[in-house]
């Protein structure tokens, strides 16, 4: 038997860090999921305005064809997204946890 092995689960790395826009690929903004803001990306296709709101992310309005950013849920977690198909634009939250795991240890 292997005993003592203990899996260590960070349960409260589950709150994402960083919300990281991109527009066709290219970063547009990165932003702290704790920092209340509404700004309004503008792309070559059209706007989108993203919410960050109590760590939620979220599409509040645009302009594209199909709404389905907006319609998207909220996102707050490390891995999920919201896409904007026409756009070109994604969101992204990620782990504010990488740039500190790279210099501490
Ligand atoms: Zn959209």
Same mark, same amino acid.
């Given at each position: =038997? %292997?005993?003592? @092995?203990?899996?260590? %689960?960070?349960?409260?790395?589950?709150?994402?860090?960083?919300?990281? %826009?991109?527009?066709?690929? &290219?970063? +547009?903004?990165?932003?702290?999921? &704790? =920092? *209340?803001?509404?700004?309004?990306?503008?792309?070559?296709?059209? +706007?989108?305005?993203?919410?960050?709101? *109590?760590? &939620?992310?979220?599409?509040?309005?645009?302009?594209?064809?199909? &709404?389905?950013?907006?319609?998207?849920?909220? @996102? !707050?977690?490390?891995? /999920?997204?919201?896409?904007?198909?026409?756009?070109?634009?994604?969101?992204? %939250?990620? !782990?504010? *946890? /990488? /740039?500190?795991?790279?210099?501490?240890?």
């Amino acid at each position: =038997m %292997i005993s003592g @092995i203990f899996i260590l %689960i960070n349960g409260t790395r589950e709150q994402g860090g960083r919300a990281v %826009i991109t527009v066709e690929g &290219q970063v +547009y903004k990165t932003l702290p999921v &704790q =920092m *209340d803001t509404t700004f309004t990306v503008e792309t070559d296709k059209g +706007y989108n305005v993203v919410v960050i709101k *109590d760590g &939620q992310v979220f599409v509040s309005h645009a302009d594209c064809a199909n &709404q389905i950013c907006v319609n998207s849920r909220s @996102i !707050s977690k490390n891995g /999920e997204v919201i896409a904007c198909l026409p756009h070109g634009l994604v969101i992204t %939250i990620t !782990s504010s *946890d /990488e /740039e500190v795991d790279a210099v501490a240890y």
